[in-house]
Every structure is written in C-alpha cells, then in structure tokens.
C-alpha cells in the first residue's frame, strides 16, 4: 500500500484507531506512556525538535538559525516551513494552543 496519498491514509481505519487513541488521552502521564509505547526513543526526539522548528519558524527565525539552534537538517526545517504555512494548519493550531496554555 503506497502512503503518498494522504487522503487515503487518513481514511484507513487503522489510521482512524490511531487518532482515536491519541484523542483518548487525558493527562501528561498518559501521554507519556503511549508515546514510549507507540515510538522509538529516536522517533520522539525527532517529533519533538520538529515542533521545536516550527515553533522558532513561527517567531520568524531564519532557516539557518534554525538548524543551528535544533540541529535539524535543512530538509527537516524546509518540510516543517511547508507544513506550517499549509492549509491543514496542524502544527499552526499545536502552536496557539501552547502559546495560550503559557
């Protein structure tokens, strides 16, 4: 099954059971726990220096400041940019919510 089309991905049920479970969740420890569970050590280091990209693409950092200061490649930062200002809006909404929990 090719995973390009993300459309029919997100039609999977499978993927649906997925964002069900993350939904599911009710605190920090919970969290917690599934991630350990669901990823790598590798995988949630990676999630999280890409929110870290987004949130310094955000502030209007420059592309190399930002690898710099994440150590993310420059593919990494160039794929978050694009997911940023896209039109599904996914870490844009994680952003504001963080913003507004401070």
């Not at 978050?80 to 919510?97: D, I, M």
């Amino acid at each position: 099954m090719s995973y390009l089309n993300i459309e029919k991905m997100l039609e999977r049920a499978d993927v649906e059971q997925l964002v069900d479970a993350v939904m599911s969740l009710e605190d920090r420890d919970e969290v917690r726990a599934f991630l350990v569970d669901l990823c790598t050590p590798r995988e949630i280091c990676d999630f999280a220096q890409r929110l870290q990209v987004a949130r310094y693409l955000d502030e209007g950092e420059p592309y190399v400041e930002v690898q710099a200061r994440t150590g993310a490649s420059s593919t990494t930062v160039s794929r978050v940019s694009k997911a940023l200002n896209g039109e599904r809006g996914g870490y844009r909404s994680v952003l504001v919510k963080l913003e507004g929990a401070k």
